[in-house]
Each structure stands twice: as structure tokens, then as C-alpha cells.
């Protein structure tokens, strides 16, 4: 089955520190597109990076990269100098075959951020 | 940045009425969805439509729904007969290309309560 797991349902960090939220998923794809989108209590869902796996590079943006391991299946999301704003559930989700619009998403992390 | 619209942000009905939510999708995007949150849950797939046609749809997705694109900017999702269970978060989507290739842009979300 393809799955997305979040194993972390909360975590917290201080302001301007750094913080890991983790994922893992299972798929038999070899090419395929990762995310991770973040929801505000405004409940919104915000794109906030893409990992293409054919790419060994892992993405960033701006505050925002991955740790992105192919053979582990592993996206994990890292914020540096978190901010204020940066308070909200994040999902990681990715399309559940090559063939198919549906993307699977895990069940979230609600990131809590303490000045 | 172009966004996605969705009227309204909360719509209460009676459970064995018809409701219809609203999405203005980015205008030149060309695929588009629809997303349930049911509070404290997984955002799930319901449907994907691409040149006037379903492409693929969940079997959340069953006889009581049905999905429209009545003109060149709106996408409509209609709920025949709503269900207590069908009270959620509903969020449209729009993506450039299918498949999970290109991100989806999430619209802010309707919030359905049935009573």
C-alpha cells in the first residue's frame, strides 16, 4: 500500500531556531514529486517546497529545505530561523502512482513556535 | 500571485439538501480538483477533472457528487443530498500539468457544516 507517515504529531521549536519535521513514504515509482504544504489556522494549504526525486539536489526555499533520501524514502522538511508565522500543520504528501492525479497525504506535524 | 477562489468560506445546510461550493481556479491552469479535510483527519482525494471531464475520482466520490466546470472560470462541486458525515473542510485545487508534475494551488476552502 502507499502510505505517507508523519511520525512526529507535534513539534515545537524557539523563534530564529531550527527545526526537522520527518517523513517517509512507500512507493515502487522511480520517478515521482514530493511535497510539502503547510496549513495555517487560517486552513489554508500553502506550498511550501517540491523534491523531484530524479534530482539528487534537494530543494530549497529560501528558509525552507529538505532532506531528501531516495533509497529510505525519507522528505524530511527543515526551517531555519523559524519565525512566528511559520506556526501550523505541515503535510507531506506525493502522487500515488506515476498515472494518477491523487495525491496521498500523511496525517501532519503541528509545528508550534515559542518566541 | 494568482490564487484560487472559493465562495463560500463556510456554508451550514440540513442534511438531505443540495449544496453547491464554488472555485475560481488560476486561469491558466488547466486541471483541477477537489480535496475533503473532515476536522482532525487526512486531507483526502475526491476528484480530478481535465477538459470538461472527470479524469479520476476516489470512492469517497460516489452518486451524491458531481462536478461541473459551468463556464470558462468557475468549478463547481455539488453535493445532492447531503449527509452529517459530508460535513468537512472541502478545498479545489488547480495544478499546470497532471499527475502530481506541476504543485497543486490550494484555494482557501469551504467549510461545510450539515445539520
Known amino acids: 500500500a502507499q502510505t505517507v507517515t508523519q511520525s512526529q504529531p507535534e513539534m515545537s521549536v524557539q523563534e530564529a531556531e531550527t527545526v526537522t519535521l520527518s517523513c517517509t513514504y512507500d512507493t515502487s515509482e522511480s520517478d515521482y514529486y514530493l511535497f510539502w504544504y503547510k496549513q495555517p489556522p487560517s486552513r489554508q494549504m500553502i506550498l511550501v517546497i517540491r523534491q523531484e526525486a530524479y534530482k539528487q539536489q534537494n530543494a530549497t526555499e529560501n528558509r525552507f529545505s529538505v532532506n531528501f533520501q531516495k533509497a529510505a524514502k525519507s522528505f524530511s522538511l527543515k526551517i531555519s530561523d523559524s519565525q512566528l508565522g511559520d506556526a501550523a500543520m505541515y503535510f507531506c504528501?506525493?502522487?500515488?502512482?506515476?498515472?494518477?492525479?491523487?495525491?496521498?497525504f500523511g496525517t501532519g506535524t503541528r509545528l508550534q513556535v515559542f518566541p | 500571485e494568482p490564487e484560487v477562489t472559493q465562495t463560500p468560506s463556510h456554508q451550514v445546510t440540513q442534511m438531505g439538501q443540495e449544496v453547491i461550493l464554488r472555485c475560481v481556479p488560476i486561469s491558466n491552469h488547466l486541471y483541477f480538483y477537489w480535496y475533503r479535510q473532515i476536522l482532525g483527519q487526512k486531507v483526502e482525494f475526491l476528484v480530478s477533472f481535465y477538459n470538461n471531464e472527470i479524469s479520476e475520482k476516489s470512492e469517497i466520490f460516489d452518486d451524491q457528487f458531481s462536478v461541473e466546470r459551468p463556464d470558462g472560470s468557475n468549478f463547481t462541486l455539488k453535493i445532492r443530498s447531503t449527509k452529517l458525515e459530508d460535513s468537512a473542510m472541502y478545498f479545489c485545487a488547480s495544478s499546470e500539468q497532471p499527475r502530481g508534475n506541476s504543485p497543486l494551488h490550494f484555494g482557501n476552502g469551504t467549510r461545510l457544516t450539515v445539520t
Open positions: 504528501a506525493y502522487p500515488l502512482r506515476r498515472n494518477t492525479d491523487k495525491l496521498i
